[in-house]
């Protein structure tokens, strides 16, 4: 079966610009989780969505928001981009809790210059 | 505060040898553990878990083993192949009636040499 699919692969962007980050998780998958990436901060939490609703929030400022469609796809977006943003974005899907291991698709790479 | 830590940036053993990895983390809130593997460019790969009411759990190669009263868990991989060269993390999972978020170490890079 597919796996988690995150568009696009990568993506520059411009101080101050806004981005829309894609992932579509594995069929009848309905948890979908943003994680971010940086060599400093390693991997750290954004956001959980469950059935088009926000269950879970990391420490993350109101720039980063997210959401999830019904068909169980999310987009994350981030606005008045900073060069602190460059990072890479990670999705992961999973059956419910992911008590078993999310799945995590290979990320958008995003640099802000 | 970092609540999960991995304190060995790096480990280098020779293959056929064992590889132990470390994890320590600060929350006894903590239930369940994950391992994952990353290659570059590639999203992180689930490997073995752990429930906190458990010491040990097994799947071929790979072993975590959880002490809760030293909040310390480790990975045993044996024995230990060239393909294992990657970076691995460790994570917790902290599950509330809001959801589950998973807390991850900034990981160990293994170098498995031939």
């Known amino acids: 079966k597919a796996g988690v699919t995150q568009t696009p692969r990568y993506l520059i962007k411009t101080r101050g610009q806004q981005v829309t980050l894609s992932c579509s998780p594995i069929s009848g998958h309905r948890s979908v989780s943003w994680y971010q990436q940086t060599p400093g901060q390693g991997l750290q939490f954004l956001f959980e969505?469950?059935?088009?609703?926000?269950?879970n929030k990391g420490n993350f400022p109101g720039r980063f928001s997210g959401r999830q469609f019904s068909n169980s796809r999310s987009e994350m977006n981030v606005s008045t981009l900073e060069l602190g943003d460059s990072a890479l974005y990670l999705c992961?899907?999973?059956?419910?809790?992911?008590?078993?291991?999310?799945?995590f698709g290979s990320g958008t790479r995003l640099t802000v210059v | 505060d970092q609540q999960v830590k991995q304190n060995s940036p790096s480990l280098s053993v020779q293959e056929g040898r064992i590889s132990i990895l470390n994890c320590d983390y600060t929350n006894s809130m903590f239930d369940y553990f994950l391992w994952y593997k990353k290659y570059p460019a590639e999203g992180p790969t689930f490997l073995i878990s752990i429930s906190s009411i458990k010491d040990k759990n097994e799947d071929g190669r790979f072993t975590v083993f959880l002490n809760k009263s030293a909040k310390h868990l480790s990975l045993h991989i044996v024995p230990s192949q060239p393909g294992d060269s990657a970076v691995y993390f460790c994570?917790?999972?902290?599950?509330?009636?809001?959801?589950?978020?998973?807390?991850f170490g900034k990981g160990t890079t293994l170098s498995v040499s031939s």
């Open positions: 969505y469950f059935s088009e609703t926000q269950r």
């Open positions: 994570a917790a999972s902290l599950a509330n009636q809001a959801g589950t978020a998973l807390i």
């Open positions: 992961a899907s999973s059956l419910a809790s992911g008590m078993n291991g999310y799945t």
